[in-house]
């Protein structure tokens, strides 16, 4: 909306809504092209008529642009409450090559990563965030055993910090810190306290951005962290800062 | 004009109804820190220092923007408020030079003295040391981008108070800084009045005068608000 109104394109903080308050100051509806071209079908044949397909809290159908390991990749539209399975295994074909999939990446870099045990969720909006992804404009990545989860988070955090605004310090800032804390895990240089400097940031990251942008950046590291913690664990060094940089003792603890 | 009561850290306090928790907060002898906020001139919303809890949402607000309503509960001074105020001084203190020994304002910054309210006493990011310009082109400023906040309290001065416009950010993310006019040298701009308000409005020693030296600067912020009175409610005896 500032970009229409021709300033500098950054957010402002919400309350008042657009709805109440967008460009120019007057109610203004901003959505994303699918939720406006739904409104025609639904006026045309009835609010009833939307209701009737998706689950009790989301309704009608959902676009996913499916990618990645999958054999058919492309736009898939289906009622929301399909199950991932269903998206990726039959519309989508499987992994190809005989891989295995892995886990699913949903909402983009705004999302969270789904693992394969999860696949049978259905798709729609509560059920994703509640395994702390997010439905987004509905990007479907699909990764297989060769995709490392780490890097898949230094990817997203890397998209994240170069496309933040810079107004807000926690998002312009923060992704910074939080690239270089996931870039010296997957160099193999962190320890255990940078994981959890990583958590603590992305925390304080996600509750006090000023948009979606920062608040959500965070998600694909909190979502790989929460189901492949072991990938990141595997790449840390053992034992203090000083040991793993060959620091010799200088003094022997007393007592 | 009505009057609201809402609850700040469990104690009533009585706002017009259009003021925001910032301003109510502060009638009612409760401070909130701030870092992009300065009287006289609009809010801006992303230092997010002001942060506070609403009850009843799990989303923090922040105070300068907020506007209060009636009944409402706030929380500005909780443990999980104080943590997050720390680490976005921290963030400051790793992203830019902000070296004090040798600042024009050491000892009238508002970096500084947030950096010693907020009780850090040590870094635990990791230092970014960026390679950032100082620009000496005008007669009677300087601004060192190592020190800036990118607050734009000097953007919003020039624009609101001057009506230049002079200052505005260019570039984004962690490469956005301020610039002067289309980029140019601030000793070259055609619309810089040499006003002084950015100076006067700048927390840190980034805008500065040439002359000062090390920890002599005292920002002279009052005056936007003294500014701002005198214009509109014709107040001119403070």
């Keep these: 909306m500032a970009s229409i109104m021709g300033q500098r394109g950054t957010p402002t903080p919400r309350p008042p809504y657009p709805a109440e308050h967008g460009l120019w100051g007057m109610p203004t509806l901003i959505n994303n092209v699918e939720t406006f071209a739904n409104v025609p079908a639904i006026i045309r044949r009835s609010a009833d008529w939307f209701a009737a397909i998706g689950t009790e809290k989301s309704k009608g159908t959902k676009v996913f642009c499916l990618t990645g390991k999958v054999v058919n990749t492309g736009l898939v539209e289906v009622p929301l409450g399909t199950s991932m399975r269903k998206i990726v295994q039959e519309i989508g074909g499987g992994a190809p090559d005989g891989g295995t999939i892995k886990a699913v990446q949903t909402g983009g870099p705004s999302g969270g990563c789904i693992p394969a045990e999860l696949l049978d969720t259905p798709v729609d909006y509560e059920s994703l965030v509640r395994l702390g992804s997010i439905m987004g404009s509905g990007g479907m990545i699909v990764m297989d055993q060769d995709n490392n989860m780490v890097d898949v988070a230094r990817f997203f955090m890397q998209f994240c910090m170069e496309e933040s605004c810079g107004k807000c310090i926690p998002c312009r800032a923060g992704t910074v810190q939080l690239h270089r804390l996931l870039t010296r895990i997957l160099d193999g240089v962190a320890g255990e306290e940078d994981v959890q400097q990583l958590e603590v940031l992305c925390e304080m990251v996600q509750h006090t951005s000023l948009c979606g942008l920062g608040q959500t950046a965070p998600n694909p590291t909190l979502s790989t962290l929460r189901y492949f913690r072991k990938e990141y664990e595997a790449l840390l060094k053992t034992g203090t800062p000083a040991q793993r940089m060959g620091l010799p003792l200088v003094a022997e603890p007393r007592g | ?238």
């Excluded at chain 2, 919303?45 to 923007?65: D, K």
């Excluded at chain 2, 506007?67 to 997050?84: A, P």
């Excluded at chain 2, 308000?197 to 000062?212: E, H, L, S, V, W």
Aim: proline fraction near 3%; charge should be negative.
């Design chain 2, 1 to 238: 004009m009505s009057v609201v009561t809402l609850t700040i850290n469990g104690q009533l306090v009585s706002a017009r109804a259009d003021d925001t928790i910032l301003l109510a907060a502060r009638e009612g002898g409760v401070h909130i820190p701030t870092l992009c906020y300065v009287d006289g001139l609009s809010e801006h919303g992303g230092c997010r220092m002001c942060l506070v809890e609403i009850a009843g949402s799990s989303r923090l607000q922040p105070a300068c923007f907020m506007k209060v309503s009636e009944g409402m509960v706030v929380q500005t001074d909780t443990d999980r408020l104080r943590e997050y105020r720390r680490m976005i001084v921290e963030l400051l203190f790793a992203e830019g030079n902000h070296i004090c020994a040798v600042c024009v304002a050491n000892g009238a910054c508002e970096l500084q003295d947030m950096a010693i309210a907020v009780g850090m006493d040590h870094e635990r990011f990791e230092y970014l040391h960026p390679c950032r310009e100082v620009d000496l082109s005008h007669d009677r400023f300087g601004i060192d981008h190592n020190r800036c906040i990118l607050c734009t309290r000097c953007v919003r001065a020039c624009d609101e108070l001057e009506g230049a416009h002079t200052w505005d950010v260019a570039g984004r993310g962690s490469n956005a800084k301020v610039i002067t006019d289309l980029n140019q040298p601030w000793g070259e701009s055609p619309t810089c009045t040499s006003c002084g308000k950015c100076f006067m409005a700048c927390p840190t020693g980034a805008i500065f005068q040439k002359g000062d030296t090390v920890a002599e600067t005292k920002h002279p912020r009052a005056k936007l608000e003294f500014l701002v009175n005198a214009r509109e409610k014709k107040q001119w005896n403070v």
